[in-house]
């Protein structure tokens, strides 16, 4: 037999609550997932609470905690991560936070906090905004990179800054553009709010009459204004997976903060150019990544987003359709392709998110492990009230670094 390997896959936001049009099941219980529920029936079920029961949680920090991290010793923000994800190292004395670009008006009134989503200028926007903001003398550097749609990332490198500032993103339309305030007392933190004001301002002056906006107002989309900052962060001093439990993981995923999360953690991030983040990525480039990092990792994580995307913008067709799509071609080929004999397999999710909520819930999350130490349990469906009743009950996240390291025979007895 092979050495012992797991394959854990998170599909992102994939618990919901009932859909009235599919007489009450949730999309992942109206799919039709044969393999998925052929996973089910052979392994063992449960549901997982992320955090605790109830309680709401964003995607970094659920996967944080999924790796077995302490949110608040080992949270970077939002801003590290996306910028870790686009490839921005990042120094001990860097800020990095996370922007979306947005249209204001002459009142620094948001339009449009997205400016469209759909910025294919983008690259050329940074370039305009990293000249423009090295003609302010603010004493740091200032880098800014694009990340995915409307989203950037920021870097500020020098000395005597604090990430203890507010966010100027007030995550609605038709309200002011929020002034970054300090969250402290301290002058670093005084300092670091000044200058992300500063740069807000210069950003409106330079791409106000710019013609790259006046190409888009010809075209009708919204210009590009302004950026609005948010997940302010410093990296944090963490252990790897890899030296915290001894195992070598690879990750698989398209969304660039996930990404940035696996850097992070010392995940090695196995390239897979059709992976999108999206509804159309490429699920069969994805599992030819996974079966190259099982080679030679102990652990691979399959991140796949679009589940979430999908509840975010309150489309359970859409989410169940993709979840048809990730039964035939994940489920298929773990079912087809994974040498079960040495092969432990995870599927969940990091959280709910209900399509008729359009955010994050605190609903748990199903979950089923297949592979070659598993007790079958009754469940013959992978889905939110099947699973309710299986095997592993109802249990918190915490233990599942646990259950992983045990099922690779990774863990020393505890006591004699
Ligand atoms: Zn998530
Ligand atoms: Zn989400």
Redesign the pocket.
Known sequence: MDSLKFLLVIL??VGDRPIPDYGGKTPLEAAFTPHLDALARDGSCGLVDVVEPGMPV??DI??LLLFGYDYNRDYPGRGPLEALGIGLAMGQDDIAFRGNFANIDQNMIIIDRRAGRNIPEAKEYIKVINDAIKSLDLGVDVTFKHSTEQRVACLIHGPSLSPRVSSTNPNKNFVPVEECRPLDGSGEARATASIINAITRKIYEVLKDHPLNKSRKERGVPQVNCILFHGPGVMKKIVSLHLKHGIKVAGVTGNGVIRGLCRYLGIDVIPCPGATGTINTNLDAKMDAVEEGLKDHDLVFLHIKAT?SSGHDKKPEQKKLFLEDIDRIVGGRILRDIDHSCTTVVIT???S?PCVVGD?SGDPVPFLMHGPAVIADDVEQFGERACASGYFARFSSRPLMNIILNKLDKLKKFGA
């Open positions: 992102d936001g964003g995607s659920a996967h979430d999710g990091d959280h998110t994050h």
